[in-house]
């Protein structure tokens, strides 16, 4: 269910070692204060080394959801049939969507070093804001990234959307989910996604990560 490319693009904002602003206002202040919190993180040379990759991965998306909302994006992903689920099944799609989205990208979280992220602007209309970026491989590879975010409050903004290479993720989701719950049920979209979170939680212990609840 969940695109390795996709996946891969997503988390390489948290994983670049170094970072130009073209403009920046509030929303990319935050969104480029998380990066450098995970940069920092990665660098600490007490969390290096095989035997710290449990310990780094959950500073990490410590991290993550201090700029993501995954809520925001859990509902946005269920697109039309959110409505249409009670309270009891809303709150337990953002808990299963969220554990899964947040496993899959930060098991990625060592696979990627020496990009470079460009903020090459801002654009914010009342709650809304997308900040514009490119990451640049080593090899010189740019691939245009842009960040949806909501304000939550008077100064926060979370991350709801990421726009790779013009292709939602919201929208890439959104197209999976609606696709197994019309040519099936929702009751087998959620049986699939715990199969997924089975999968992942094998993973963990076998790194020694404590599964989540």
């Known amino acids: 269910m969940i695109g390795s490319r996709m996946i891969g693009a997503f988390v390489a904002c948290l994983v670049v070692l170094s970072a130009v602003v073209a403009h920046a206002g509030l929303p990319t202040d935050q969104l480029k204060g998380a990066i450098e919190r995970v940069v920092k993180t990665l660098d600490n040379p007490a969390l290096k080394g095989e035997a710290k990759v449990a310990e780094r991965r959950s500073a990490v998306r410590k991290i993550a959801n201090d700029i993501f909302d995954f809520s925001e994006i859990?509902?946005?992903?269920l697109g039309r049939h959110w409505a249409a689920r009670s309270e009891?099944?809303?709150?337990?799609f953002v808990m299963l969507f969220g554990d899964l989205l947040e496993r899959a990208y930060i098991s990625k979280i060592d696979t990627y070093g020496g990009e470079k992220i460009v903020y090459t602007g801002e654009r914010a209309e009342g709650d809304i804001a997308v900040v514009t970026t490119k990451i640049i491989s080593k090899n010189g590879?740019?691939?245009p990234i842009d960040y949806r975010m909501l304000r939550k409050g008077?100064?926060?903004?979370?991350?709801y959307d990421v726009n790779i290479e013009g292709v939602s993720?919201?929208?890439n989701y959104r197209t999976q989910f609606n696709k197994i719950i019309q040519t099936s049920s929702y009751?087998?979209?959620v049986k699939k996604m715990k199969t997924k979170q089975g999968e992942l939680s094998l993973d963990d212990d076998k790194q020694g990560k404590p599964r989540t609840q």
Do not use: F, I, K, P
């Open 74 to 77: 859990a509902r946005r992903s």
């Open 88 to 92: 009891a099944e809303q709150r337990e």
């Open 141 to 143: 590879t740019e691939v």
């Open 154 to 159: 008077s100064d926060r903004w979370l991350v």
């Open 169 to 171: 993720l919201v929208s």
């Open 187 to 189: 009751a087998e979209l």
